[in-house]
Structures are given as C-alpha cells and as structure tokens.
C-alpha cells in the first residue's frame, strides 16, 4: 500500500528557505500516471495547493506562490521536494504531500500525515 | 477569501442528515471542472471522501453521496454519527488561475 511521509525542519528563520521531503513507500514515483503535490494549512485554517510535479519534473505552481516556490523530484530515493524561499510568518502551516493523477482532473487520493514548519525567528 | 465558497459550519443531530454546498464560477466548477471531497478530523490530515463529483472511494460509506449542477456541488451525509463530526473541503480546478482550488471548509457539528 504506498503511503507518503514528510519531512524537514520544523523551525525556520524569517527570509530564509524553507525545505521539505516527501518520501514515497510502497510504490513508485516515476510511474508516469501520476503527479505528486505539496499543499498546506495554516493554523486554524483552509487547504491551499502549493504545487505540483510529474516524475518526468514537469511542473506546475499556485500563482499566488509560484515566485518562491521550487518543486522537484529525485527517482533514484523515490522522494519530492519543496523549496519555499524568502518565507514569513504567513508561510507558517502544516504541510502536506499529495498523490493525483492528472494536472487538471483526479482528487489527491493519498495524502501523507504532514509536517509543521513555523517561520519565526 | 476562496475561490470555492462554502458554508462555515453545518449541524445536525445523529440520524439526520445534512448538506454542505460549494459554489464556484464558469471557470472552475461551471467550466466542467470535477469536484472532489475531503474529510479531516480533528488533529489528523485530510482523506478523499468524494472524487469526480460523485464517486466513493473503497471504503467510504454510503451515508456519504455527492452532486453536481452548474456551478455548484454538494456533499450529503445521511444518518449522521458522532464519528461525522470533521471539517469538510470541497477541491476544483480553476481555468483562470491555471491551477488547482479547494474551497475554505466546512466545520460538521454533530449535536
């Protein structure tokens, strides 16, 4: 049963950047039907998609994030990656990775337990 | 301010059932644009419960149905249970924004 697990930092600092680590159990990533996402929530508050990759490294981004977002994928530790640079106390959330099948279509259909990242200093 | 609009928080008693509906636009949901439904309870992360508009992944009960009409979508759980009490998220994607949308959740209270 493929399960997905984050991982990183749980702290970091004002204006630096944040890193975080999807590992992919049970399957994987480079089947070519499906793409891998990051999303996150803040405290006390909604989902947002962040982005996503295919295992080929297409990409693509929120809008609103896609300035300091960096999303990539290494098939060799079957993992995903998320960079979100320059980050502020707003970027402070639980962060999820995620499982779909199409850029368009499909639901996140495996979600992995999340990590909480705070940006203070 | 989210691009799906749903209710902030339903209730009902147990046995009843409830709706919680998620409005969009003609570049989302009105476009032809699947909606998908997610349930996350208290403290864990958020599991699929509806995909395609109305299809239940293995392992959902049927107390749990969706719809779509237009611009709008809905999740309907009948004979509600204490264990329904979670926070609710409708998810489209959205033609203008070039990417994917979720709606702001909808807290369930069972009384």
């Known amino acids: 049963q493929l399960q997905l697990q984050e991982s990183g930092p749980g702290l970091v600092k004002p204006s630096e950047t944040l890193s975080l680590t999807c590992t992919v159990s049970?399957?994987?990533?480079?089947?070519?039907?499906?793409?891998w996402g990051w999303i996150r929530q803040p405290p006390g508050k909604g989902l947002e998609w962040i982005g996503s990759?295919?295992?080929?490294?297409?990409?693509y981004y929120n809008p609103s994030l896609k300035s300091r977002v960096t999303i990539s994928v290494d098939m060799s530790k079957n993992q995903f990656s998320l960079k979100v640079s320059s980050v502020t106390a707003a970027d402070t959330a639980v962060y999820y990775c995620?499982?779909?099948?199409?850029?368009?279509?499909?639901?996140?259909?495996?979600w992995g337990q999340g990590t909480m990242v705070a940006v203070s200093s | 301010q989210s691009v799906l609009t749903q209710p902030p928080s339903v209730s009902g008693a147990p046995g009843q059932r409830v709706t919680i509906s998620c409005t969009g636009s003609?570049?989302?949901?009105?476009?032809?644009?699947?909606v998908h439904w997610y349930q996350q309870l208290p403290g864990t992360a958020p599991q699929l419960l509806i995909s395609d508009n109305t299809n239940r992944p293995s392992g959902v009960p049927d107390r749990f149905s969706g719809s779509k009409s237009g611009t709008s979508a809905s999740l309907a759980i009948t004979g509600l249970q204490a264990e329904d009490e979670a926070d609710y998220y409708c998810q489209s994607y959205d033609s203008s924004l070039s990417g994917r949308v979720f709606g702001g959740g909808t807290k369930l209270t069972v009384l």
């Open positions: 990759v295919s295992y080929s490294g297409s990409t």
């Open positions: 003609s570049s989302n949901i009105g476009a032809g644009f699947d």
């Open positions: 995620a499982r779909h099948r199409s850029v368009t279509r499909d639901a996140f259909d495996i």
């Open positions: 049970g399957g994987s990533i480079s089947s070519s039907t499906y793409y």
